[in-house]
């Protein structure tokens, strides 16, 4: 029998709906799933240490997650629209993001902490919020939108030579808000 959607004790589970945006119709158990999504994650992680870009945007937010999970989940990249065991509500989502990332901003720009600070700073606030939908995996998501937001606070670390750093792997969760490695 499939363990595909049994919800294991760590992870913030899915609604009957996220359930039906399952991309790939070949998956039928937890590990499948694991390894389909780790796999857009490093291609996400690629995509975003290897370019460009203004990861201090809403944009950026939007697409660094579409990326990491685009492949195996129809609501990649969307704001979650439903209440979850944890963050803030959902209709507070884009606000408080703004907020997040001008703040952020703003810490750089006048220098109110020092580089690492503001990057714990804003991976703390990031996985208060989460804006996104999250998916049920305590691997590669431990802490709800743990991957994001470390992902997330890497790639706005390194184009703001905020930390130094060249991987994401190298920048474990600095947060106390989540389970994951440090």
Known sequence: MSDLFEQPDDATPLTPEEMRELIPAHIAYRRELNEAEQENIARAQDWALNRRRDPLSEKFVQELHRRMLGDVWRWAGKFRTSERNLGIAFYEIPVALRQLLDD???W?????????EIAVRFHHRLVQIPPISVAAMPITLMCG???QSRNQTATAAIATKA???????STPCPCSSCSAPR
């Open 108 to 116: 750089i720009e006048y220098k109110t902490y020092p580089p690492d």
């Open 163 to 169: 930390m130094r750093t060249s991987s994401v792997h």
């Open 145 to 147: 939108n743990g991957s």
């Open 104 to 106: 952020t901003k703003a």
